[in-house]
């Protein structure tokens, strides 16, 4: 017998939307919140060292190409890229880049608690986070994990995202991380409704997803993989007040269809297709040995400048993790990287400004970007005017200009204390009135439709994106 038809759950975005504004919880207090997370800090404890890259355990250089590679053959490897664009102050240029092909799980467990869905929510160490442990997804697994290659404990809560029923998934879509260290690099972020036999084991919690998005505004706090899946999340439009002009009736507007938007969501698809077909980006992996203007010691891989990031070795010791001893490689930038958000009201409606950006590592050559995302340091050796456009306006926004300002981690598992300056500001008449080719003004609610696919918006606009719903 043919199954009935189905229709999407009326409920669904009601019960989203009313966990987005509980700003407290009866499960876990938010001012007992810091009290678990200062006692998991204690419980969680990691020490790491710098350890030489030659000596790394488990992980040398080939001899033909001189690729940074696990003895297991998976993980991933530190490669060469060469790189020929038609675009940027720099079109030609050679570095190292992670490869790691696998398609990893970032997924947060979701349940009804006293009539308000709750998200699971890990506290995490990574060898790479600034501060230990951060606030992570419930789970957080590359398939070399999550498949034993590494020999340690199972990950917890993994079955539920695995083996998910499809009427459980609320989101699920392959997102790309950061393209400029990162060759190809895709996980997927889900989000799924799990019942009531789903306990919090020892370090983890529930929280609603307001207390989630409120946490973001804490330096360091909220880890990469976190934020990705929060902006995910299918949220709807809020209670607008359509009479009054405040910031947040113009953000609540923004995310609803009915409010309309400067551009259509065909034009905005046209333009993102446009600018992937326009653009050109020859990105091939190379030997690492050909990689020239980078210096492999014992310590490290270098640029010759001092620029853009180096390939360190650490030795890893960690309580509360699958495996409690190991080594490996990480990208250490150099620089805290700026990532800010132009956001601007027309008509009532907020639109943020994004760039259409080209990176290496993407699969689509383009990704819609924030309005600035550099690392301003390694512009010190380009001429004149090599700057990102609207870098100068995100420098001198008032204080009540800014609607968003916190330093955020990105992710620790691969990079060494990497840091980046996130930001929303507001902005009238005048900026970006005429818009440049390789940016649109888009709503919030055009955002959530592309985040419902894959390879539209990247990493750091993910994160802004969820910091933006926090502001509702």
Not at 46 to 51: A, G, K, L, P, S
Not at 343 to 351: D, W
Request: glycine share 10%.
């Amino acid at each position: 017998m043919m199954p009935g038809l189905r229709l999407p759950d009326p409920l669904l975005a009601k019960r989203i939307e009313e966990s987005a504004c509980a700003r407290d919880s009866v499960v876990l207090p938010t001012d007992r919140f810091g009290d678990w997370l200062t006692e998991r800090r204690r419980a969680q404890w990691q020490e790491v060292r710098r350890v030489p890259l030659t000596a790394l355990r488990g992980w040398d250089f080939e001899s033909d190409t001189g690729n940074l590679v696990h003895a297991s053959g998976r993980f991933f490897a530190v490669e060469g890229l060469a790189v020929r664009t038609d675009t940027g102050p720099v079109r030609r240029w050679r570095q190292p880049i992670v490869n790691q092909p696998e398609i990893g799980v970032l997924g947060i467990a979701v349940r009804e608690i006293d009539g308000v869905l709750h998200c699971l929510m890990q506290a995490k160490v990574e060898p790479g986070n600034v501060n230990g442990v951060q606030l992570s997804p419930t789970v957080q697994a590359t398939k070399s994990n999550y498949t034993g290659v590494h020999g340690g404990a199972p990950v917890p809560y993994l079955e539920h995202f695995r083996d998910a029923e499809p009427s459980a998934v609320i989101a699920d879509v392959l997102q790309s991380e950061q393209g400029s260290w990162f060759y190809r690099k895709r996980n997927r972020n889900m989000v799924v409704e799990v019942g009531p036999e789903v306990e919090a084991v020892d370090g983890f919690c529930w929280l609603t997803l307001g207390q989630v998005l409120d946490l973001l505004r804490v330096d360091n706090l909220v880890s990469m993989d976190a934020r990705t899946v929060l902006s995910c999340v299918p949220l709807g439009s809020g209670e607008p007040d359509r009479v009054g002009d405040d910031f947040a009736s113009a953000l609540a507007l923004s995310g609803d269809p009915a409010a309309g938007g400067l551009h259509t969501t065909t034009e905005v698809l046209s333009w993102i297709t446009d600018m992937q077909a326009r653009r050109e980006m020859d990105a091939r992996r190379v030997p690492l040995d050909e990689v020239d203007g980078w210096t492999r010691g014992d310590w490290s891989i270098s640029h010759d400048k001092g620029r853009f990031f180096s390939v360190i070795g650490v030795d890893v010791e960690a309580a509360g993790r699958e495996v409690a001893a190991w080594q490996q490689p990480l990208i250490r930038p150099h620089g805290t990287g700026v990532a800010t958000l132009l956001v601007r009201r027309f008509g009532g409606v907020l639109h943020a400004l994004l760039n259409a950006r080209v990176e290496a590592g993407y699969l689509d050559v383009v990704e819609l970007a924030p309005t600035v995302q550099c690392t301003p340091g390694n512009y010190v050796d380009l001429p004149p005017g090599s700057l990102p456009p609207f870098l100068d306006i995100a420098r001198a926004a008032r204080a009540d200009q800014v609607r968003f300002d916190a330093e955020l981690s990105e992710e620790g598992g691969r990079f060494h204390h990497a840091r980046t300056r996130y930001g929303i500001v507001e902005v009238g008449t005048g900026v970006a009135d005429t818009e440049p080719p390789d940016y649109r003004w888009l709503t919030l609610h055009q955002l959530a439709g592309l985040l419902q696919h894959s390879h539209y918006v990247n990493v750091q606009a993910r994160t802004l994106v969820a910091c933006l719903l926090g502001l509702r």
